[in-house]
């Protein structure tokens, strides 16, 4: 092996370092660059989704306005919070200072008119006084059980109680599983359900039907709790939480779909209604069945 005198060496080890600072402003620029670069799209990608995110508010917002307009206020105050939220969220995009400044009128007002239904609410329930009512139209739309029961359903909410004679015919049985389903997938720790219900001619058919919706509830963690009787003909939702909703036809307000194949065979939304009439109480105490 040859060995390198130490003049040539120190030839060597200044080119080598000369090699390596290069290399290492060269980075410097490439990291600089891909910086500016990435700060630059996410600055655009912002600016593009604020009309979207815009429109998506005024939405939310003007729903918020009707169901306020309509006495509706446990649900108004819901879509209050979801529309101020989206405005938060546009007026952080934003870069327009004269928009910001508009953003934040509209935010004000919209907080200030969601803290005033949040106070009414709160005195209506203390006092025990609290009281709404939704008239669903027929052939309405708009009305599954995530749209209804979202504006009831909280994160403390762990049992619920329905009372409904009507689960026994295939069609209710799926409803009433649909009803499971939205409790799961809400924002809510639902660990309990209670179902009271008549008894079908053919009993073998709906306790079948009930007893497989209970086992899959079981692989939940949700424990259902079957109970019939013979005499039951109110129809009736208790909440843990305090809400208490009657719907005159119970969970059975869905028209049936045209065909198998026809807009909301699937989605619940989009579904038409029979004309029924939903209340709605809140007390401190829920009675158990």
């Not at 729903?63 to 105050?77: G, I, Y």
Request: with cysteine.
């Amino acid at each position: 092996m040859t060995i390198s005198p130490p003049c040539a060496l120190h030839r060597e080890n200044r080119a080598i370092n000369r090699i390596l600072h290069m290399k290492l402003d060269l980075e410097e620029d490439i990291s600089a660059n891909t910086s500016d670069v990435i700060k630059v799209n996410v600055n655009a990608m912002a600016l593009n989704c604020i009309p979207g995110m815009e429109t998506s508010a005024i939405s939310v917002l003007k729903r918020a306005v009707e169901l306020d307009q309509s006495s509706r206020f446990q649900e108004s105050l819901v879509c209050y919070q979801e529309g101020i939220q989206l405005l938060l969220d546009v007026l952080k995009a934003a870069k327009d200072e004269s928009k910001k400044v508009h953003y934040r009128e509209k935010i004000k007002g919209y907080m200030d008119r969601a803290e005033q239904i949040k106070v009414h609410l709160n005195k209506a329930k203390e006092e025990g006084k609290y009281h709404e009512q939704i008239k669903i139209t027929e052939d309405a739309t708009g009305f599954s059980y995530e749209i209804l029961f979202k504006p009831y359903i909280r994160e403390g909410l762990t049992e619920v109680w329905v009372e409904d004679p009507y689960i026994r015919h295939i069609h209710q049985l799926y409803n009433f599983l649909r009803f499971c389903e939205m409790l799961l997938k809400s924002d809510c720790n639902v660990k309990k359900i209670h179902l009271l219900t008549s008894q079908d001619e053919d009993s073998a058919s709906q306790q079948c039907a009930l007893a497989e919706i209970q086992q899959s509830l079981q692989s939940q963690n949700v424990c259902l709790d079957i109970q019939y009787s013979s005499t039951i003909h109110d129809r009736e939702i208790r909440f843990d939480n305090g809400w208490i909703i009657k719907i005159g036809r119970g969970l059975d307000y869905f028209k049936k779909p045209k065909g198998r194949f026809s807009i909301g065979y699937c989605d619940y939304d989009l579904r038409e209604c029979h004309e029924t009439t939903v209340d709605v109480f809140h007390t401190k105490h829920t009675k158990k069945m």
